[in-house]
């Protein structure tokens, strides 16, 4: 009984890998015949791709050794998302500035889409495909926002918010608990709470009273 749960257990797997494999031996045919020739890609593993290749302690220095390896731009697969890295000056300006308009959309995978609004995520600044949409919502932001104007407005809220986190801060680094120990100061949860408080009063006017679920929740999905 043992042997067949077993068995059952890896049948799957034995049948994903073969079709795995055709699928990467058809799509490397049809790049072959093509016109396009992708960058180089260390070898990778059915699945997850080249992720083994960053589960080190220090994942730049995995990506510098790459680069030596491979060339100053790089095909990555992290899991079934192809990631072009490029390590260079050259490379990186080929990017932002020669064919900056290619590569302006961004990739929104389904943690970000829950993050910033679910199947709506599109409609936002953050997410939006470069386009005359997305160029209209920076216009308006622009000049709604960040104008000098409606940055100065909201000096007061950034000058009261702030007085409030250094005064958190000193509370906090005084108490003791037990007697005569010094408790350690949570310096990003007391930033976090800073950001959603002057963020929701300059939008509505109040306090985020709901603020300490919201970022229980959105830590939890990220």
């Known amino acids: 009984m043992a042997d067949l749960a077993l068995y059952l257990l890896f049948l799957p797997l034995l049948i994903a890998l073969p079709l795995l494999y055709l699928r990467r031996?058809?799509?490397?045919?049809a790049n072959s015949s093509g016109s396009i020739r992708p960058p180089p890609s260390p070898w990778s593993l059915p699945v997850i791709g080249h992720i083994h290749?960053?589960?080190c302690a220090l994942p730049h220095?995995?990506?510098?050794?790459?680069?030596?390896?491979?060339?100053p731009l790089i095909l990555l697969r992290l899991g079934e998302l192809p990631c072009v890295v490029a390590s260079s000056a050259d490379a990186a300006r080929?990017?932002?500035?020669?064919?900056?308009?290619?590569?302006a959309s961004r990739h929104i995978g389904p943690t970000g889409r829950i993050l910033v609004g679910g199947e709506d995520?599109?409609?936002?600044?953050?997410?939006?495909?470069?386009?005359?949409?997305?160029?209209?919502l920076r216009r308006i932001c622009t000049m709604e926002l960040l104008s000098l104007r409606r940055v100065r407005?909201?000096?007061?809220?950034?000058?009261?918010e702030v007085r409030r986190l250094v005064s958190s801060v000193?509370?906090?680094a005084s108490w003791q608990t037990p007697p005569?120990?010094?408790?350690?100061?949570?310096?990003?949860?007391?930033?976090?709470?800073?950001v959603a408080d002057a963020g929701v009063r300059a939008i509505i006017g109040s306090r985020f009273r709901d603020r300490g679920h919201v970022l229980e929740v959105a830590g939890a999905k990220a």
């Open 25 to 29: 031996r058809s799509t490397r045919s």
């Open 94 to 103: 080929e990017i932002m500035r020669t064919h900056d308009l290619v590569f």
């Open 53 to 55: 290749h960053l589960s």
């Open 180 to 194: 005569g120990k010094k408790q350690a100061v949570n310096l990003s949860k007391m930033i976090s709470e800073y």
């Open 61 to 71: 220095r995995a990506m510098c050794d790459l680069a030596r390896r491979h060339g």
């Open 170 to 172: 000193a509370a906090a």
């Open 121 to 136: 995520a599109s409609h936002g600044i953050l997410a939006a495909p470069y386009g005359e949409g997305w160029r209209q």
């Open 153 to 160: 407005s909201f000096r007061p809220v950034r000058e009261n």
